[in-house]
Antibody, heavy 121, light 107 residues
Framework: EVQLVESGGGLVQPGGSLRLSCAASGFTFRSYWMYWVRQTPGKGLVWVSRIKYDGSITTYADSVKGRFTISRDNAMNTVDLQVSSLRAEDTAVYYC??????????????WGQGTLLTVSS | DIQMTQSPSSLSASEGDRVTITCRASQSITRYLNWYQQKPGKAPNLLIYGASNLQSGVPSRFSGSGSGTDFTLTVTSLQPEDFATYYCQQSYNMPRTFGGGTKVEIK
């Protein structure tokens, strides 16, 4: 059974840092692009970052570029998101997501349960 | 970035109704369109990928159609467990973008 389990969320002051982690199991982790997607009541679902299966390519949304860093450990089957210089607008539920492909289509077929990050003083 | 616009943003329906949700992309995305269902407090769940392919385990009352810029998600004979919020998402290019959601409520 495929499982993605996030951890690390919490309450952080503006300007602070935190590390979100995602533990994957039940599939060949090193074969998949992994994503972080966040959700807020106001802005809905928004892609944040992604990392190629071998870690050689990372991409970020403009809103987090230079502040967030995605990484992965294919030996431990984990993907992390280091978040820093946090702003109130980073408050959201953060999901770890697997992107699969089939017949040329790309889609998010497995999501973690989400971890809540709250940025507030 | 490709903008995804869903309509309506909410609708009320009864059990057994046929429901159609529309998603429009700001440019052609050919058939790189996915649909998700989300229930309160839960992560989104993939329903349809590639505009019309039913994800394994998803009931056949869900179907998707469209290509280019206009897409639809149809639920025939709405069931109690189908009351939820539905999102479209394009995977034509980066950044992956989502529609604003359609909340399906009980009439």
């Amino acid at each position: 059974e495929v499982q993605l389990v996030e951890s690390g969320g919490g309450l952080v002051q503006p300007g602070g840092s935190l590390r979100l982690s995602c533990a994957a199991s039940g599939f060949t982790f090193r074969s998949y692009w992994m994503y972080w997607v966040r959700q807020t009541p106001g802005k809905g679902l928004v892609w944040v970052s992604r990392i190629k299966y071998d870690g050689s390519i990372t991409t970020y949304a403009d809103s987090v570029k230079g502040r967030f860093t995605i990484s992965r450990d294919n030996a431990m089957n984990t993907v992390d998101l280091q978040v820093s210089s946090l702003r109130a607008e980073d408050t959201a539920v953060y999901y770890c997501v697997r992107e699969a492909s089939s017949d040329g289509s790309y889609y998010f077929d497995y999501w973690g349960q989400g971890t809540l990050l709250t940025v507030s003083s | 970035d490709i903008q995804m616009t869903q309509s309506p943003s909410s609708l009320s329906a009864s059990e057994g109704d046929r429901v159609t949700i529309t998603c429009r992309a700001s440019q052609s995305i050919t058939r790189y369109l996915n649909w998700y269902q989300q229930k309160p407090g839960k992560a989104p769940n993939l329903l349809i990928y590639g505009a019309s392919n039913l994800q394994s385990g998803v009931p056949s009352r869900f179907s998707g159609s469209g290509s280019g810029t206009d897409f639809t998600l149809t639920v025939t004979s709405l069931q109690p467990e189908d009351f939820a919020t539905y999102y479209c998402q394009q995977s034509y290019n980066m950044p992956r973008t989502f529609g604003g959601g359609t909340k399906v409520e009980i009439k």
